[in-house]
């Protein structure tokens, strides 16, 4: 089934995919092909636009090209609709908004029942978990019920020395194996998973215990079920932005997920420009990104649209997480549909 693959929306919901299939179906594509092209709609962003993709028979998703559907000369007679939305995919600006289906539980998603595992202590030695206060140790964004959907720390959750060490395998790892660039569908990021980088995660899994969750709890507890005790990482990875010929930014989207946060691995005067750009902030251009420097953590609901603001020199390095709520599958889809547009 390529639309629970992909994540697409279900046929029977959006009349435009029953248009899809039968433009894919006139033009004799067949899926029993190790390789196919296929004309695909996209609704991760709040824009309609489509792209033709190179769909290996797996769950990589690599797009070849991009234009916009205005150009009726690149589609099928049968699939041309009269008007869309044109809206620029680029950030700062802000897109009209229309209805996105993105998996966000174990219950739509089940391979998160297995890659959360990989992020599960051991065994409980700890020391003490650590406390913060909302006063002094984080700026909050975007109000919602007792709480806000956006933080930025004001101090490094991370030492410098942490964070050099997860950079350093993780650069020591992509010699060996290369950094990956297809790993999430349709916003690919050059990343390597932390469970390639065996020191980092059994760093990381006592340092989600200690200062991550409490930390997210802090600050999203008021309206999470049971104050966010089954927060849960389900996937992290380590992005690598490179002004000299790689990846400097990642488009506006929103992450399938209940919430998400990033942690600058490098210190801020290594590089010109990034940071954490969101549409709710309500303001163009760089001014409505969020910069942290090396050890600071910024979280949010993973719904929000937002990106990551290109940087026009150096290399800036981040770690990104994406987290669930263990046995709330239902309230999870529930609350990303509530905050997606706010």
Request: charged content about 20%.
């Amino acid at each position: 089934d390529y639309f629970s693959l992909f994540q697409f929306p279900s046929p029977s919901t959006h009349p435009e995919i029953s248009l899809l299939v039968k433009a894919v179906r006139q033009s004799k594509m067949k899926i029993g092909q190790s390789i196919f092209t296929a004309v695909a709609l996209i609704f991760n962003v709040d824009d309609i636009f489509v792209s033709t993709f190179t769909m290996p028979l797996g769950p990589a998703l690599a797009p070849t090209g991009l234009a916009r559907i205005s150009s009726p000369s690149l589609f099928p007679t049968v699939f041309r609709p009269s008007s869309v939305a044109k809206c620029n995919l680029s950030p700062p600006r802000r897109c009209q908004k229309t209805p996105t289906t993105l998996h966000v539980s174990e219950l739509h998603i089940p391979g998160y029942s297995q890659s959360k595992l990989s992020f599960l202590l051991d065994n409980n030695d700890i020391s003490q978990e650590r406390t913060f206060n909302p006063q002094t140790d984080y700026i909050s964004y975007l109000p919602y019920q007792d709480g806000h959907l956006i933080h930025r720390t004001n101090m490094p959750i991370f030492t410098s020395e942490e964070c050099q060490s997860i950079v350093f395998e993780a650069e020591r790892k992509a010699l060996q194996m290369g950094w990956t660039t297809n790993r999430h569908g349709n916003y690919p990021t050059t990343d390597l998973p932390i469970t390639e980088l065996p020191d980092s995660l059994a760093f990381f899994k006592v340092a989600l215990v200690e200062r991550i969750y409490p930390l997210l709890r802090s600050q999203f507890g008021n309206f999470l079920p049971d104050g966010g005790k089954n927060l849960r990482v389900a996937d992290g990875f380590v992005v690598k932005y490179d002004s000299l010929g790689g990846q400097t930014e990642l488009r506006p989207h929103r992450d399938g997920s209940v919430l998400s946060f990033n942690i600058a691995l490098n210190a801020m005067n290594e590089f010109e420009g990034g940071g954490t750009w969101f549409a709710s902030l309500g303001e163009d251009g760089e001014g409505a990104s969020l910069k942290i420097d090396r050890g600071e953590i910024v979280s949010h609901s993973s719904s929000l649209l937002h990106g990551g603001y290109g940087i026009t020199k150096g290399t800036r390095y981040i770690m990104v997480c994406f987290v669930i709520l263990e046995g709330y599958d239902s309230w999870s889809m529930r609350f990303y549909n509530q905050v997606r547009n706010l």
